[in-house]
């Protein structure tokens, strides 16, 4: 079965069998951006069946991806095409799903493993089309953040920061005392900006471990870093720390080609040309959200 779907105002589309459970368990969040068949930027199969390991040339291979359970590796083929393998932290002989990538990156055929009788845990599954989707769109501009996003006033504010640092806590507390203030996506929204030059951030299928998969969109009002504090004080960064801070959480990956990293080095620093870029030193109390607030919205940063 074939279904399309637009996200970021990217159109792709995703076949799948219909009996296959774990596609069917990510369906739903996708289907949030379900949009009529018309022309894709990335052509996604999905089948399952027995994987075996290839002789390719391997050109990425982590001793740990950083992603939760997962880890991968990378590889070339004679034609110069991407492969990627994808494998559980504490089972790396097993490959779980194999994902090639045409030349181009506008197709990917997933293969994930049924070699046990059983389908595999679907994190598998949306990591690899995480990784498909920005395969195929850093080059139009198209970049996804480790950010939790929240919608006040009509924009959309970007808080980063490493795992355990506080974004989702922070995010929260504007949830419960900001007015208006509601979760756009709570770990990978994705940036883009519009024909008409606006900075937008965008939801998208991917949201960590909150299940918050929306279509929508907002003009970026600012990108927050937050910082552990017992002093709730935002500070605005320069353009050289800003771009270090948007870089260090907008993803990427070491076999990405000329191309794409010029794209996204170009438009991380367009961003930083149109967006405050901010460090928020906070305590994880509601204070620290309406100072944030306040300072992003009333006053001038």
């Known amino acids: 079965m074939k279904q399309f779907f637009e996200i970021a105002r990217n159109i792709i589309s995703i076949t799948a069998p219909a009996e296959l459970s774990v596609w069917n368990e990510l369906r739903p969040r996708f289907e949030v951006?379900?949009?009529?068949?018309?022309?894709?930027?990335?052509?996604?199969?999905?089948?399952a069946g027995e994987i075996t390991d290839d002789d390719n040339t391997v050109i990425y291979a982590p001793e740990f991806s950083g992603v939760g359970f997962i880890t991968?590796?990378?590889?070339?083929?004679?034609?110069?095409?991407?492969?990627?393998?994808?494998?559980?932290?504490?089972?790396?002989?097993?490959?779980?799903?194999?994902?090639?990538?045409?030349?181009d990156f506008s197709r990917a055929e997933i293969l994930i493993d049924t070699n046990t009788g059983k389908e595999e845990n679907p994190y598998f599954l949306t990591h690899a089309l995480m990784l498909a989707f920005l395969m195929a769109t850093t080059a139009n501009g198209t970049l996804l953040i480790h950010s939790s996003t929240v919608g006040c006033d009509g924009k959309g504010y970007l808080f980063q920061g490493k795992s355990g640092t506080g974004k989702s806590t922070h995010a929260r507390m504007w949830l419960n005392n900001i007015e208006g203030a509601e979760l756009l996506n709570d770990d990978n929204p994705l940036i883009r900006f519009t024909e008409e030059g606006v900075p937008t951030v965008y939801g998208s299928p991917?949201?960590?471990?909150?299940?918050?998969?929306?279509?929508?969109?907002?003009?970026?009002?600012?990108?927050?870093?937050?910082?552990?504090?017992?002093?709730?004080?935002?500070?605005?960064?320069?353009?050289?720390?800003a771009y270090v801070s948007l870089t260090t959480s907008i993803f990427h990956l070491p076999f990405m080609t000329e191309e794409q990293r010029d794209v996204r080095h170009r438009t991380i620093e367009r961003l930083v040309q149109s967006v405050p870029c901010c460090e928020m030193h906070c305590r994880p109390d509601a204070e620290a959200a309406e100072v944030c607030h306040r300072e992003l919205t009333i006053k001038t940063i």
């Open 33 to 47: 951006f379900g949009t009529a068949e018309q022309p894709t930027i990335l052509d996604v199969d999905v089948t």
């Open 206 to 241: 991917w949201s960590g471990k909150t299940p918050c998969y929306r279509k929508v969109s907002a003009p970026i009002g600012a990108f927050v870093r937050i910082v552990r504090d017992p002093d709730n004080v935002l500070k605005r960064l320069a353009p050289l720390p």
């Open 72 to 103: 991968g590796t990378a590889s070339r083929t004679p034609k110069g095409n991407i492969v990627m393998q994808f494998r559980h932290i504490d089972e790396k002989e097993r490959i779980r799903l194999r994902m090639a990538l045409s030349d």
